[in-house]
């Protein structure tokens, strides 16, 4: 009977004991999966954006990066609780960093299958052609393209349509570092045309009383996002999530009434 009892109690202590060492080992593990998640969690609640200067959208101020994307992208930051910050650097160096890992995203990029974007997009690229006053060219068609020089921006993703058109018109192409270099290009007879957005040169034109306008009607729109590193998924569905609500609650469009008198729907060609 003793005996029994003893064994029993031997049993008990037994299982008692593998059952501490299975609560610790689960309690060890659980700590660990804590301490890896706050370190994501941590290097999540900061955002590094990368763009190339393109007022209004974006550039860099007296006192730091301004511009619309600029203020849409803090704010939907802020909402995410992620602290952003903001470089200026050219276009194919942004789009290096982001694609390597050592900075989150490029500012108003165009969709790339490296890189993780949308569906909120708050702003877009009009491909408009653009020539100097005394062009003789009325309209956009490719009659009036024909044999030109063509300013573009080198690591912009042009539309396979437009690119066709070049082709077709048998335009030679002059690559340039940004838009402001190719704004600058056409204006001192560099290059014989250009393609640029609606609203980024009309802001140009106006701040340096550049002589150029836009052909009628627009070859095309494409829409722009903040564009994502390969291994920064979690971090672009937080601002993604923002962004929508954004566009909903109307902070966007109030914020391009600020800068066009229009909202950013209105703001947008057909």
């Known amino acids: 009977m003793h005996h029994y009892v003893h064994e029993t109690g031997m049993k008990q202590i037994v299982r008692r004991s593998f059952a501490l060492r299975i609560m610790y080992f689960g309690l060890a593990l659980g700590l660990i999966a804590f301490i890896s998640n706050s ?6 609640d900061e955002a590094s954006y990368c763009f190339n200067d393109w007022p209004p959208y974006a550039f860099m101020g007296a006192d730091g990066a301004e511009g619309i994307s600029v203020e849409i992208l803090a704010e939907a930051s802020r909402r995410a609780n992620i602290i952003p910050s903001f470089v200026e650097l050219p276009w194919n160096r942004c789009l ?6 050592e900075l989150d995203a490029v500012i108003d990029a165009a969709k790339r299958d490296e890189f993780i974007q949308g569906p909120a997009s708050f702003s877009a690229y009009t491909n408009h052609f653009w020539v100097r006053q005394d062009d003789p060219a009325a309209v956009y068609n490719e009659t009036a ?22 082709e077709r018109a048998g335009m030679a192409i002059d690559y340039a570092v940004d838009d402001g270099n190719n704004f600058r290009k056409l204006a001192f007879g560099r290059v014989d045309v250009i393609v640029a957005d609606m609203f980024g040169t009309l802001h140009v034109v106006r701040e340096n009383d550049l002589r ?3 052909l009628l009607p627009a ?9 994502f590193g390969p291994r920064r998924q979690a971090l672009q569905v937080r601002v993604n999530a923002m962004l929508e609500i954004m566009l909903a609650d109307g902070f966007i469009d109030k914020l391009y009434f600020r800068y066009f008198d229009v909202g950013f729907q209105d703001a947008m060609p057909e």
């Open 96 to 101: 290096e960093l982001v694609r390597s890992g």
């Open 145 to 166: 393209l024909k044999g030109r020089t063509i300013g573009l921006v080198q690591g912009y993703v042009y539309p396979e349509s437009l690119m066709a058109v070049v």
């Open 39 to 44: 370190t994501v969690a941590k290097a999540a």
């Open 219 to 227: 070859h095309s729109v494409d829409s722009l996002y903040p564009s």
């Open 212 to 214: 150029v306008r836009r």
